[in-house]
């Protein structure tokens, strides 16, 4: 091979960050680092617990020094690093309803010490979209609420605590998901916004994380005919460079949303997506939460080697590419050695936080239950972001508290059964999540009510409808947002 080839390996190699299967480094990823890979992603199937995660990141290291290590923690509904218990940390619309920016700060701050601990150098995260469409089948709770400037002030605080505990944060997902109905995962969102509404709406929260001095962005593959009526976000030079570098004055790391997502694989293919994305002004491939392995990440090194040998993609574009991704690594070896652990005694700050979120609407705003009660939640499907594996509600959190609680999770096929026989004239409790947006659920609940209109509904996902003579938001479904909603319903 000659040093040419090897130099483009190299440098496709740099802008890669693709994931793989396992608690350690596997042999290909291993030797993959020796060769020049930039970096990888760590998802759910990555993670055990925190000595675990600083032992694979370790091994990592041990190949390549500067290895960018990138997980996509957002400390809410969606988490990689707590997937298979639920995050102890309220995530952004909670925050957004108590709207403390020093609360935000903190729970980023909080957050990004575990990352950096266990050897993580970049949270793609925070979601700086405004969900100002309810019914968003993705983003949702992720968002930190319907209103620019509260994302935009949210935004800029999640970054400022993050960073400052020495990891980077990437801001996604550019130019802005939350006025969608489609997924991005399964196909092509189109944002139907002028350039005025543009700039009035999706736009705030990004020129906020660019203030902020954000590390990176990421992409959306979002169609915005606005700025470019043929290619989407994540494939379009007149997005990423002209608005958001030459516009907004962005000079940090650009990075694909997962590169093997339907809204792009299915039109242009794998390697037609990563080829055109580096074109457009993208400095890193992100891949590997569906295809995890040496094939398809030889198969986009070796698209991209290609696609600078054909002319298609100048050697000059890749090269900047990498530079940017070098920088990175460049910056987040110095803010680790600068950053100084923050721990604050007493209540942990993600709880106290979740706490503060949680909001009683109805008869009875002091909520206090009379016995151990009967507890219903109702499961909706999850999308891809958040993942089949984090669990969620308020049962278990409850049998803790008042011994003796019983429950059931029904599914939209599951709601036919008696699910009230079990209550047995005991207090009745319902966990819906997003019910506006489930005519099952919300059926389901409608007819508990009128059984049943003692019941207490507790609604851990956007509250946009309020039903029930006493109910209660924790505007999230991790972890601390139930912890947070059985201490109400307990009385304590």
Known sequence: MSETSRDLLRLAGAVLQPGFEGKLPPTWVRRWLGEGLGGVALFGRNF???????????????????????????????????????????????????????????????????????GITLDYAPDADVNNNPDNPVIGVRAFGADPDLVARHTAAWITGLQSAGVAACAKHFPGHGDTSVDSHVDVPRIGSTRAELDETELPPFRAAIAAGVQAVMTGHLLVPAVDPRRPATLSRRVLTDLLRDELGFAGTIITDGIEMRALRTRYGLEGAAVQALAAGVDAICVGGDH????????????????????????????????????LAAWTAQARAVAVPDRAGGVPVGLAGARRAVRVTGAATAVALAAAPHVVEFEPPRNFAIGPETPWGVAMQLAALLPGT????????????????????????LVVRDVHRYEWMAGAVATALAARPDAIVVE?????????????????ATRANGEAAAEVLAGR
């Open 48 to 118: 055990a617990n925190p000595a675990q995660v600083a032992e694979l990141t370790a091994a990592l290291r041990a190949e390549r020094p500067d290895v960018i290590v990138a997980v996509d923690e957002e400390a809410g509904d969606v988490t990689r690093f707590e997937t298979w218990q639920g995050s102890s940390r309220p995530g952004n619309l909670a925050l957004g309803a108590v709207d403390d920016v020093t609360l935000t700060e903190a729970v980023a701050r909080d957050l990004g010490h575990d990352l950096a601990e266990a």
């Open 406 to 429: 019983t429950a059931v999770r029904l599914a939209a096929e599951e709601v036919a059964t008696d699910f009230l026989s079990a209550a047995d004239g005991r207090p009745l409790v």
């Open 292 to 327: 995890a392995d040496e094939a398809t990440a030889a198969r986009l090194r070796d698209a991209i080697v290609a696609a600078v040998a054909a002319g298609e993609l100048p050697e000059e574009r890749l090269a900047e590419a990498a530079k940017r991704v070098e920088q």
């Open 460 to 476: 851990m996902g956007v509250p946009a409808s309020v039903v029930g003579a006493t109910h209660v938001a924790t505007y999230g």
